[in-house]
């Protein structure tokens, strides 16, 4: 039965996540790395600790380690990214829908994140025929949110929830960081980056308005902050060969100089029982500690995630946020990630 939006306010119905098969590890990683990078990159031996001390164990690729070994232009990342990422997309959304108890023709709306590559039609286009998207379901797709496209996207798929209660909102934030590794173009960010990140995707169905729901996840209306003058922080540059990472290292120390009365002013007076946070690296995760009063090793599901999966950009938050539901954690939680902008995103939600 469908009622007033604001008496039934938009709620997770579930969450999922996938990873593509080819498994690495840290260690072969740096091996691979330094085989390929030593003779090219001067200062490789010198940032070669960030590998070991990135908290990283594993992370998933959607293209094996040799694919690494050659050089790849737009072609080849661009075709590695469709493929991917679409899979990716039907992974982590038809399990999601599977736990909702939904049919893909039941969605109404479909919200696709990515910032890893460029493909028209999008993503959800590609996977339509194969998920069962009905002809007129809505498409969304959201380009360049970054690190933040996690937080930011449920936000947006919120915001669509409260104008049409009653739909079906399937968000998806899919990347596939791992393709854009380049042996062209060496930088301290490259070799960071290159520690970092990994691939993965993360779905989520939510709707409002209908009785019945109650008990499950409540979203908040989401909030985003973008600070003055702070677009070298983090992004991509348009080369002929591929995107290039701009990762600056003063990320951790403007998280703890900047985060704190920004989300104060964001947020006044929300008690917070658990915060759930996008986990950039090792660093960012033991800044967010300290700038959010949190004891040491408060964060354990972000480390946890980050160990087994690296830095997946956008949907790495929504990983944490499925161990976290998943956990049985209850009370008031605040969804939080910061990407390109520079820009901070937050998304409040209620657990009964």
């Not at 039965?1 to 996938?18: D, F, N």
């Amino acid at each position: 039965m469908i009622a007033h939006a604001h008496a039934h306010p938009p709620r997770i119905l579930s969450i999922a996540s996938a990873v593509p098969d080819h498994l690495l590890a840290q260690d072969d990683i740096l091996r691979e790395s330094r085989d390929l990078l030593q003779s090219r990159f001067a200062q490789f031996e010198r940032l070669a600790p960030a590998f070991l001390n990135a908290g990283i164990r594993t992370r998933h690729s959607v293209v094996p380690l040799d694919w690494f070994r050659d050089p790849h232009g737009w072609v080849d990342r661009t075709a590695a990214f469709a493929t991917g990422a679409t899979t990716l997309f039907r992974d982590a959304a038809a399990t999601a829908l599977d736990r909702a108890g939904l049919q893909a023709a039941e969605v109404d709306i479909v919200v696709t994140v990515s910032s890893t590559g460029i493909v028209t039609p999008t993503l959800e286009a590609r996977a339509a025929r194969e998920m069962g998207f009905r002809p007129d379901v809505m498409r969304v797709p959201v380009f360049g949110l970054g690190c933040a496209g996690g937080v930011s996207g449920l936000s947006v798929a919120r915001d669509l929830a409260v104008a049409r209660p009653g739909a079906v909102v399937l968000l998806v934030a899919v990347e596939t960081c791992t393709v854009l590794f380049r042996l062209d173009r060496l930088t301290k960010a490259d070799i960071i980056a290159t520690a970092l990140f990994g691939d993965g995707a993360a779905a989520v169905v939510l709707r409002a308005g209908v009785e019945g729901d109650e008990g499950r996840p409540e979203l908040g209306p989401g909030r985003q902050h973008m600070w003055p003058d702070t677009l070298g922080i983090m992004g991509w540059t348009v080369e002929e060969t591929g995107l290039g990472v701009v990762f600056d290292r003063s990320i951790p120390t403007f998280a703890e100089a900047e985060l704190r009365r920004t989300m104060d002013a964001l947020a006044p007076d929300r008690v917070v029982d658990r915060y759930v946070c996008h986990p950039g690296g090792a660093k960012v995760i033991t800044a967010l500690e300290t700038t959010l009063g949190l004891d040491d090793g408060a964060l354990d599901v972000e480390r946890q995630v980050l160990m087994d999966n690296g830095n997946m950009s956008a949907p790495t938050v929504l990983f944490v946020l499925e161990a976290v539901l998943r956990s049985g954690q209850r009370g008031e939680l605040m969804a939080l990630a910061l990407g390109p902008g520079f820009t901070l995103s937050l998304l409040p939600i209620t657990v009964q």
